[in-house]
Every structure is written in structure tokens, then in C-alpha cells.
């Protein structure tokens, strides 16, 4: 197979997803409703008592809402990921899953296609609300809005790779969205995207190591900082090196020869 023919393999993956995108309008919308509450209520409430003092990124005192929009930017991608992956368990219970998996192309490579998909959409949902946020006065420097999309990519294959390995190990779509809980809202709580660490650490000891143990803790910085042109290379190599270990242990998981699907005695069913 040379090259045009794996171009024409993602096109197909990255196509099938977005119209999937499209035609679940619920979606789109259920997945701006989540931030744009934090932006315009939760913010609203929080911000006297939860005011934020001088810290980096930022150059001076910033509002709360200025703050949570990196968070939330985070949650976005973090809930798609999670998303993603709930339709893979269910093109598996239907079927369209073996149909994908037992192409003549490499299982690594569809399921890089996979994330990669899912990757985007979560990029257009990021930047429908950063407009959003523009719009009621939350704006980060123009240059910004275009140094952020490397961090973007990087958070989605992070999120989606996790989402992914958990779908492996779940043969139910039931029993998949039980597991999302517990695993969605303890990485976005215990983390940077609603609190700075130092806040969390001045209320809990415990709470602030976990949060700083937290791998989605980093992906949140590496996206706060690149809004405001800056570089956090310890946020970026933890990210990285999270990705890398999260989408080998997926790629794994998949194949039929080792990993989950072994165990189950299928190739993705």
C-alpha cells in the first residue's frame, strides 16, 4: 500500500467521524452548555470569593472567569475524548468496529485515525466557545488563539488515548458511562482548571499533591500558557510523554493478539 492509499484511509476515518459530529446536533451543544455555565454563572458567583491574585501566565490581577477559560478549554477536550470513546464501545456492540479493525491497514494506524478525528472535532467545539468567551470579554492575546492549537492537539490525543484504552477494557455501553465518571470528574476537579494549585494547597494539603499528580493538570497549563504566548516546558514534556505512554497502552489494549481484546476472545466486537 503506498501513501495516497493511507491518505484516503484517514480521510474516510476523519470524514466518518465529523458527519457523525454534524448530525448529532445534541452534541455540539451539550458539549459548549458545560463551560459557557461555568463562564457565565459559576464565575459570576465565584468571583469575589475566588478571586485570583497576580500569577503566571498573566502579567496582573485577573478575574476569575480569565482564569477558568484554560480550564474550561480543558474540560471541553476532556469530555469529547471521553465522548469518542463511548462510540467506539458502541460500534463495537454494533459491529462497525470488526469492519474497521480488519482492514489491511495497520491496527496502530486506524487507531490513530481514531483519536486524531476525534481530535479535531474537540478542536472546533474549543474554538466556537473561545469566540464565545471573546464575545463576553474574556480575550487572550490574538496570537494566542494560534499558539494554543499545538497545545490543543496534544490534549486531545492525551484524553482520547486514555478514553480509549478504558473502552478496551468495557464490552457494554452501560457499564462504559459508569466508568466515565469516575474517571471525567476526578481528573478535572483534582486539577489547575478551576483553582490555581497554590489555592488548592493553601485548603488541603492532600488535595493540592494529588491535583499536582494529576497528568490533566499539566495538559491545562501547557493550554493557558500557549493562550498567553508562553511556554511551560515542564506542562508540554509531561503532556507529551502522558500521551505517548496513554496511546501505546491503547494501541496494545486493541490488538487481538495481546492486550483486552485477547482476553475477550475478539478483534473488537
Not at 445534541?26 to 478571586?51: E, K, T
Not at 477559560?69 to 459491529?95: A, C, H, K, T
Given at each position: 500500500?503506498?501513501?495516497?492509499?493511507?491518505?484516503?484511509?484517514?480521510?474516510?476515518?476523519?470524514?466518518?467521524?465529523?458527519?457523525?459530529?454534524v448530525h448529532q446536533r445534541s452534541r455540539f451543544v451539550a458539549a459548549l452548555v458545560r463551560p459557557l455555565v461555568w463562564l457565565f454563572v459559576f464565575?459570576?458567583?465565584?468571583?469575589?470569593?475566588?478571586?485570583?491574585?497576580?500569577?503566571?501566565?498573566?502579567?496582573?490581577?485577573?478575574?476569575?472567569?480569565?482564569?477558568?477559560?484554560?480550564?474550561?478549554?480543558?474540560?471541553?477536550?476532556?469530555?469529547?475524548?471521553?465522548?469518542?470513546?463511548?462510540?467506539?464501545?458502541?460500534?463495537?456492540?454494533?459491529?462497525?468496529?470488526?469492519?474497521?479493525?480488519?482492514?489491511?491497514?495497520?491496527?496502530?494506524?486506524?487507531?490513530?485515525?481514531?483519536?486524531?478525528?476525534?481530535?479535531?472535532?474537540?478542536?472546533?467545539?474549543?474554538?466556537?466557545?473561545?469566540?464565545?468567551?471573546?464575545?463576553?470579554?474574556?480575550?487572550?492575546?490574538?496570537?494566542?488563539?494560534?499558539?494554543?492549537?499545538?497545545?490543543?492537539?496534544?490534549?486531545?490525543?492525551?484524553?482520547?488515548?486514555?478514553?480509549?484504552?478504558?473502552?478496551?477494557?468495557?464490552?457494554?455501553l452501560e457499564n462504559f458511562a459508569g466508568i466515565m465518571n469516575f474517571v471525567i470528574f476526578p481528573m478535572f476537579f483534582l486539577s489547575s482548571a478551576?483553582?490555581?494549585?497554590?489555592?488548592?494547597?493553601?485548603?488541603?494539603?492532600?488535595?493540592?499533591?494529588?491535583?499536582?499528580?494529576?497528568?490533566?493538570?499539566?495538559?491545562?497549563?501547557?493550554?493557558?500558557?500557549?493562550?498567553?504566548?508562553?511556554?511551560?516546558?515542564?506542562?508540554?514534556?509531561?503532556?507529551?510523554?502522558?500521551?505517548?505512554?496513554?496511546?501505546?497502552?491503547?494501541?496494545?489494549?486493541?490488538?487481538?493478539?495481546?492486550?483486552?481484546?485477547?482476553?475477550?476472545?475478539?478483534?473488537?466486537?
Amino acid at each position: 500500500m503506498n501513501l495516497a492509499r493511507y491518505g484516503h484511509c484517514l480521510r474516510g476515518v476523519v470524514s466518518r467521524e465529523l458527519l457523525r459530529f454534524v448530525h448529532q446536533r445534541s452534541r455540539f451543544v451539550a458539549a459548549l452548555v458545560r463551560p459557557l455555565v461555568w463562564l457565565f454563572v459559576f464565575a459570576a458567583g465565584f468571583r469575589m470569593a475566588l478571586g485570583v491574585a497576580m500569577t503566571e501566565p498573566y502579567q496582573t490581577y485577573v478575574l476569575y472567569e480569565v482564569y477558568i477559560v484554560p480550564g474550561l478549554v480543558g474540560m471541553i477536550q476532556l469530555f469529547n475524548g471521553m465522548q469518542s470513546s463511548l462510540s467506539m464501545v458502541y460500534d463495537r456492540e454494533m459491529g462497525s468496529m470488526r469492519v474497521l479493525l480488519v482492514s489491511p491497514f495497520p491496527r496502530w494506524y486506524l487507531l490513530v485515525s481514531k483519536l486524531l478525528a476525534g481530535t479535531l472535532v474537540s478542536i472546533v467545539q474549543v474554538y466556537v466557545f473561545l469566540a464565545i468567551a471573546y464575545l463576553y470579554g474574556v480575550q487572550a492575546p490574538l496570537a494566542g488563539y494560534v499558539l494554543v492549537l499545538p497545545a490543543l492537539v496534544v490534549t486531545g490525543f492525551m484524553v482520547g488515548a486514555l478514553g480509549m484504552l478504558l473502552s478496551s477494557f468495557v464490552r457494554q455501553l452501560e457499564n462504559f458511562a459508569g466508568i466515565m465518571n469516575f474517571v471525567i470528574f476526578p481528573m478535572f476537579f483534582l486539577s489547575s482548571a478551576l483553582y490555581p494549585l497554590w489555592r488548592i494547597r493553601e485548603g488541603s494539603y492532600l488535595v493540592y499533591q494529588l491535583a499536582a499528580f494529576n497528568p490533566f493538570t499539566y495538559a491545562v497549563e501547557m493550554i493557558r500558557f500557549a493562550m498567553y504566548e508562553r511556554f511551560h516546558a515542564e506542562a508540554v514534556s509531561i503532556s507529551l510523554v502522558t500521551t505517548v505512554v496513554l496511546l501505546g497502552l491503547a494501541i496494545l489494549a486493541y490488538n487481538p493478539a495481546r492486550g483486552m481484546m485477547a482476553r475477550k476472545g475478539g478483534s473488537g466486537e
